[in-house]
């Protein structure tokens, strides 16, 4: 029969407090820490494991807030990308957050959430996505990730 043990928050502080490494063990471990850093970077640029994309939804907008964040949800994970929402007290525009957050695509729930111009200007740094009328706006200008200035 195995034991289990729970490594409780008390227990930690305990192991912590009482086995304390020496000060160039700390050093080594950090030296190898930013050698691993250095390698998940290509061209000083970092390297995410998993395709990343922001949640749109235009308030004015919408009639049911909740059903939107669903279906920008679902369709995320159905395409692989890793949802993020930007902050409600953000005072940045949809433009400044998608360069901000450097995410791969802007997911919205229909094209009626951004005007043309924002649409224009978003596929210049990503991929925009919307769920009805299920559409992919593709990135364009060869520039890359941070392409266009516009």
């Known amino acids: 029969m195995a034991i289990l043990w729970k490594l409780t928050p008390e227990f930690a502080r305990t ?13 080594r471990r ?19 494991r998993e395709p990343t994309a922001l949640g749109h ?17 679902r369709l995320a994970r159905r395409l692989g990308y890793v949802l993020l929402w930007p902050p409600e007290d953000s005072r940045l525009g949809l ?6 957050i450097d995410v791969d695509a802007v997911i919205t729930p229909s094209l009626a959430h951004m005007d043309a111009l924002t649409l224009d200007r978003i596929m210049h740094a990503c991929d925009v996505e919307t769920a009805c009328a299920r559409e992919t706006y593709g990135r364009y200008f060869g520039g890359g990730r941070h392409g266009c200035p516009a």
């Open 30 to 48: 950090r030296a190898l820490s930013t050698e691993t850093r250095a390698e998940k970077c290509i061209g000083g640029v970092p390297v995410r």
């Open 15 to 27: 192991l912590t407090s009482t086995h304390s490494l020496p000060a160039e063990a700390i050093s």
């Open 95 to 100: 433009i400044d957050l998608v360069r901000e």
């Open 57 to 73: 939804i235009n308030d004015d907008v919408t009639t049911a807030p909740e059903w939107d964040k669903a279906v920008c949800s």
